[in-house]
């Protein structure tokens, strides 16, 4: 166990439902992120979050939307989904300080999530 | 040119042996540098990070970095059963981190 928890494990949904992941960390970390890994390619970087604002977004389509309430939550709500958004998304979180070269990722256990 | 390559593998060794896996990056304003192992169905777990050029030993683990050559490895000495996974090279600048596509090893009993 890292310390980063998220629900559900595993969800199915069609293209017409809406649904939210969720991410909890433990660890006190600042920053926290959302990750998709699809199969055959890389890890790919969706969303940033330090001190609960958005610094990053890889041009991410809108129908996927972050949300982070505070330091150790964090949501995305997912809506319109496509049978391509069919994935594992990883939640991470770090803690990021002044020049902390090793300040480092950890993962939580992922979603699987199968749009039909 | 992708940010981040890696040999997709997979890299069979026998065990005992000495795995060697690489990973070359584009961005030469790259801070750190990261190693993950990632079993199947599970998530990223974390080996080691580098960020001075040259070696850092961590156990049966040593990264090595080149930044010159953006060239960044991970050697694992004494191969075991349970190393067989899916390794993935990570690089940071500033907040974004960047994974290579992993690099399979199987280590033969």
């Known amino acids: 166990e890292t310390g980063v928890t998220q629900t559900p494990r595993h969800l199915v949904m069609g293209m017409t439902n809406k649904k939210s992941l969720k991410c909890e960390q433990h660890?006190?970390?600042?920053?926290m992120y959302w990750y998709k890994q699809s199969a055959k390619k890389p890890l790919e970087l969706m969303f940033v979050?330090?001190?609960?604002?958005?610094?990053e977004n890889n041009s991410v389509p809108s129908r996927f939307s972050p949300e982070c309430p505070n330091s150790s939550h964090l949501f995305l709500h997912l809506h319109t989904l496509q049978p391509e958004d069919s994935a594992l998304y990883l939640c991470?979180?770090?803690?990021?300080?002044?020049?902390?070269?090793?300040?480092?990722?950890?993962f939580g256990p992922g979603t699987r999530l199968t749009v039909l | 040119q992708k940010e981040v390559e890696q040999n997709s593998g997979p890299l069979s060794v026998p065990e005992g042996a000495i795995a060697s896996l690489n990973c070359t990056y584009s961005?030469?304003?790259?801070?750190?540098f990261f190693w993950y192992r990632q079993y199947s169905g599970k998530s990223p777990e974390l080996i080691m990070f580098?960020?001075?050029?040259g070696d850092k030993e961590d156990g049966r683990f040593t990264a090595q970095l080149n930044k010159a050559s953006q060239y960044v490895s991970l050697l694992i000495r004494d191969s075991q059963p349970s190393d067989s996974a899916t390794y993935l090279c990570?690089?940071?600048?500033?907040?974004?981190?960047?994974f290579g596509p992993g690099t399979r090893l199987s280590v033969l009993p």
């Open positions: 979050y330090n001190f609960k604002e958005q610094t």
């Open positions: 991470a979180s770090s803690q990021e300080r002044p020049g902390g070269l090793g300040d480092t990722q950890y």
């Open positions: 961005d030469r304003g790259s801070q750190s």
């Open positions: 660890l006190g970390h600042n920053a």
């Open positions: 990570a690089v940071r600048r500033g907040q974004n981190f960047v």
């Open positions: 580098i960020y001075s050029n």
